[in-house]
């Protein structure tokens, strides 16, 4: 029995001794990474969509950074939009250094940051990427969330590794669910195996607990190799949709052999790469060399399925992509090259965070162009009649987008519109504007006694010419709006050859009153 007993120590003091030098790799894991992780503290002025003339209201809030090689400093993008100031501090110092950004890939929910003062990056170490972490494999995430100033450090593991929707961009990218504590303020830090990068924190799921995702490292390595060359080109795009084949009937339809799969090409982009190579009712086979399912999803790791996208996206904008396809009641194999950055050929126009939204107000009438940002100012399931039939429809040319009537200025030049908002114009004197500056064209060109708009249910909005004209800087000055157009339509050259109708400006005004929108996505940025 006492030998047992001998036995049994010694075995316990073997595991405490394992246990302990694990602890000691951890402590030194961690150590190292606390070294790279930043906060980041962001001043930003985001435009107010209701009232796109207004400057919007400033906001200060913090996010998380981590240093990579170059003296840079990589975080979530959309910690940095509409920033006017950003500003990093290292983990334990109190001084807050001036941060410039040098690239932002909103597809990613990329930035990459650098501080030009030399003293910063003393003491700080550079994280190296790592590999796309497995499934149930233990991650640290390190941030500064909200709730204190010290560094955070809370454990999971990775749930999963597929294609997620991202909140701040549009489409999706390979992503890393993981169950590890995230929350406000942990964006933009880094997710850690092992010692090496395996995610950067984007964004949580709403209404569940402990479910968060990561930007993947191919996805890291794909921005960081894009901007090598001192220039962000972007995620290349085939330029298509797709259809499943679930049905057996319409595989039969297709004249597809037995064991094929794959996706149908329900429609292809004017222009766009695959436009060289593709048409409607060919089938992808498989995407460079892997096969595609019928639900349009490739294996990239035993047992693990993604979108066939997964190897369009680690591509670079200018590679080629060899593409198996089923045309004709044949295989044959095709290459896309891929000069189209992605998301280009889009009806209702993806974000353009640099861009300010823009107007134009005729009348009391407050139009604007419907894009991404216009609609998710709206609750879900709430979008103007028409909008989800223009959603994922491809441009016939790439100035074309639709046009909204966004609100009416209530006065007596447009008596009996009053009510009316978020109307799609469709026709401008029985004419289709192709964007919001055509509109301006249509509108300020025509010599008729009236100005008709007819919006996408066939309603006509009629209003007097000159009545209109004339009405239009007591209506801007009653409701505080210093002119009647954004300033990317100031510059017209083909506007007022005759000098006909000037831009309407109305008398400065002291201030504006405050706009509000919901926002209600499946994922947010935390």
């Not at 039969?252 to 329900?266: E, Q």
């Amino acid at each position: 029995m006492s030998q047992i007993r001998r036995l049994a120590a010694i075995v316990v003091t073997w595991a405490m001794l394992d246990w302990a030098s694990v602890a000691v790799r951890a402590a030194d894991v961690h150590a190292d990474a606390a070294d790279s992780v930043v906060k980041v503290l962001v001043t930003a002025l985001p435009p107010r969509y209701a009232e796109p003339w207004a400057p919007g209201w400033s906001m200060n809030y913090q996010g998380s950074g981590f240093v990579v090689d170059g003296r840079r400093i990589l975080t979530a993008a959309h910690l940095v939009v509409y920033q006017t100031l950003v500003r990093v501090q290292k983990y334990g110092s109190p001084e807050k250094y001036p941060a410039r950004v040098l690239f932002v890939s909103h597809e990613a929910d990329l930035a990459l940051l650098t501080v030009d003062e030399p003293a910063f990056f003393e003491g700080l170490h550079p994280l190296e990427l790592g590999e796309l972490p497995g499934k149930q494999q233990e991650v640290t995430v390190l941030g500064f969330p909200v709730g204190g100033d010290a560094l955070s450090l809370t454990k999971g593991v990775v749930s999963r590794v597929e294609h997620q929707a991202s909140a701040h961009g549009i489409g999706s990218l390979l992503a890393v669910q993981i169950d590890a504590a995230v929350n406000p303020g942990n964006s933009g830090g880094p997710v850690v195996a092992g010692g090496k990068i395996a995610g950067v924190v984007t964004q949580i799921l709403n209404g569940e607990q402990n479910i968060s995702y990561a930007t993947s490292p191919p996805v890291i390595r794909h921005f960081l190799d894009d901007v090598a060359d001192g220039r962000y080109d972007g995620f290349p795009s085939l330029g298509i949709n797709t259809q499943r084949l679930d049905s057996p009937a319409l595989k039969a339809w297709l004249r597809m052999s037995s064991g094929h799969t794959g996706v149908r090409v329900a429609n292809v982009a004017p222009g766009s790469p695959a436009s060289r190579v593709l048409q409607k009712d060919d089938v992808l086979l498989t995407v460079a060399g892997h096969a595609i399912a019928d639900d349009g999803t490739v294996e990239f790791r035993p047992r693990e399925r993604t979108q066939f996208d997964l190897y369009v996206d680690e591509r670079q904008i200018g590679d080629r992509l060899p593409i198996t396809i089923w045309r004709d009641g044949a295989d044959r194999t095709v290459e896309v090259a891929l000069d189209w950055p992605w998301p280009c050929g889009r009806l209702v126009r993806y974000p353009e965070y640099e861009q300010r939204p823009r107007y134009f107000v005729f009348g009391g009438l407050v139009f604007g162009a419907l894009d991404w940002q216009y609609l998710t100012s709206f609750q879900a399931g709430r979008w103007p009649t028409g909008a989800t039939a223009l959603w994922g429809r491809w441009a016939e040319r790439p100035d074309e987008e639709p046009v909204i009537l966004n609100r009416v200025f209530p006065a007596a030049v447009n008596k009996g519109y009053e009510d009316l908002s978020d109307r799609i114009i469709t026709q401008v004197d029985g004419v289709k504007p192709r964007n919001l500056a055509d509109l301006v064209r249509l509108v300020e060109s025509g010599i008729g006694e009236f100005v008709r708009f007819t919006d996408v249910e066939g309603a006509e909005i009629v209003l007097g010419r000159r009545e209109a004209v004339a009405a239009g800087p007591a209506v801007l000055a009653t409701y505080r709006v210093p002119t009647d157009r954004s300033a990317e339509l100031l510059p017209r050259d083909y506007l007022f050859a005759r000098g006909a109708i000037a831009p309407v400006l109305a008398p400065p005004v002291a201030g504006a009153s405050p706009a509000s929108a919901s926002h209600e996505t499946v994922a947010s940025a935390p």
